[in-house]
C-alpha cells in the first residue's frame, strides 16, 4: 500500500515524493554528519543526531518529532489539572470555585482540540522542515547552539509572541470576528487547561503565528537558532498556554515571584469578564494601554473587605462582573461596543 501511494507520488507529484525518501543509517550518516565528530558531543546531542540517521530523511523526522512534542507536552500539561480539579482540597485556591467542568464538556472539549490538531496542526507541523531551512534555522545539525544565546532567543520569543497575542486576541473581540471565530474559545467562562486550544481552526491559525513568526523572525537577521531551542520554546509556550486556564491561583503560582507575569488569575478574569486582560504571559501591555482596569478595580474591592466579609464581597463581585460581560459579549456578537473594550476610560486608548 506504501509503495503504491509513493508510486503515485512520483508521478503526479515528484517534488513531494522527493522529501519523503528515506535512506539507510549508513547513507543518511554520510549525508547529514560526514564532517562531523559525534564522539565529541554531549549525549543529547548524539542522541539527536542518531534519532535523524535512524530516520534516515529530515522531513520526515523533523516533522514527526515536532507534532509528538506537540501533543505528548500539552496533553502532558493538561492531564495533571484535571487530576487536581477532582481533588476537592485543591479548591481553595480555584478562581471561581462555584463552576464545576462537567464530563460532557471534557469531553467535547477534547474531540475539537484532537480534531484541529490532526486536521489543522499536523499538515502545517510536518511542513516545518522545509520551511525552517528556508529561513535558515538549523534542524538535524550539530552542535546546538549555546546556553546563553539559546535563553536570550527564548526571551525574545516571549516578548515578540505576547506583543502578538495581545493585539490579535484584541482583534479577535472585534464583532464579526468574535461571533464567527473566538466565540467557540470562550464557551468556558471558567477555562480548564485543556481549554487552552479550544478554538476555532482560524483563531488557532492566527494565534500561532505569534508563537512561530518569532523564530523565523529572528532567522532574518542571524543565523545562529536551531530548532531543539524552537522546541524548547514551544513547550513552555504551551505550558503558560495550559497554566494560564488552569483556573487555579496558588500561593506558589509564578505571578507571586513574578509581578508582570499574568498567570491564570489574569486570563481567568478575562474569560468571566469578557472585556480586559487580552494579554497572554505578561501584564504590561494591559497596564499600559488601560485594558486592565475592571480587573483591578474588582481586585482593589475585594482587598477593601473586611476579613469577615471578604468572600461574601468577591462572590457578589464575581456575579456582577461576569454579569457585565455576558452583556459585553452580546453586544459584540451583535457587531456593536469598542470589540470587548467596554469601561475602558477615554484617554487610555482614545
Known sequence: MASVAMDLLQKYAPVVAEHLVTVNATTAQNQLYGD?????????????AAYYIWMGNPVLATGLLSFLIHEVVYFGRCIPWLIIDAIPYFHQWKL?????????????????????????????????????????????????????????????FFVFEDMFHYW???????????????????????????????????????????????????????????????YIWVT??????????????????????????????????????FVNCFSTSFRWWDYVLGTDNKYHAYKARVAAASAKDRAAVEKKELEEVEAEGLRAERLAELGGGKGGMEGVKRGKLE
Open 236 to 273: 513552555l509556550r504551551l505550558f503558560q498556554a495550559v497554566d494560564a486556564h488552569s483556573g487555579y491561583d496558588f500561593p506558589w503560582s509564578l505571578r507571586h515571584f513574578l509581578p508582570f507575569w499574568a498567570g491564570a488569575d489574569h486570563h481567568d478574569f478575562h474569560h468571566m469578564a
Open 168 to 230: 490579535a486576541h484584541r482583534a479577535l473581540h472585534w464583532g464579526p470576528l468574535y461571533k464567527n471565530v473566538h466565540k467557540l474559545h470562550h464557551e468556558f467562562s471558567a477555562p480548564i487547561g485543556l481549554a487552552a486550544e479550544y478554538a476555532h481552526p482560524l483563531e488557532v491559525l492566527i494565534l500561532a503565528q505569534g508563537t512561530i513568526s518569532g523564530p523565523f523572525l529572528y532567522c532574518l537577521f542571524r543565523n545562529d537558532l536551531h530548532i531543539f531551542t524552537v
Open 36 to 48: 562531523v565528530d559525534l564522539g565529541g558531543l554531549s549525549w543529547l546531542e548524539r542522541t539527536w
Open 96 to 156: 471561581q470555585p462555584s463552576k464545576a467542568v462537567t464530563r460532557a464538556q471534557i469531553l467535547k472539549c477534547t474531540k475539537v482540540v484532537l480534531l484541529t490538531h490532526f486536521t489543522c496542526e499536523f499538515p502545517l507541523i510536518y511542513l516545518f522542515h522545509p520551511i525552517c531551512c528556508y529561513f535558515g534555522m538549523s534542524t538535524y545539525e550539530v552542535p546546538f547552539t549555546p546556553l546563553p544565546i539559546m535563553a536570550a532567543q527564548i526571551a525574545f
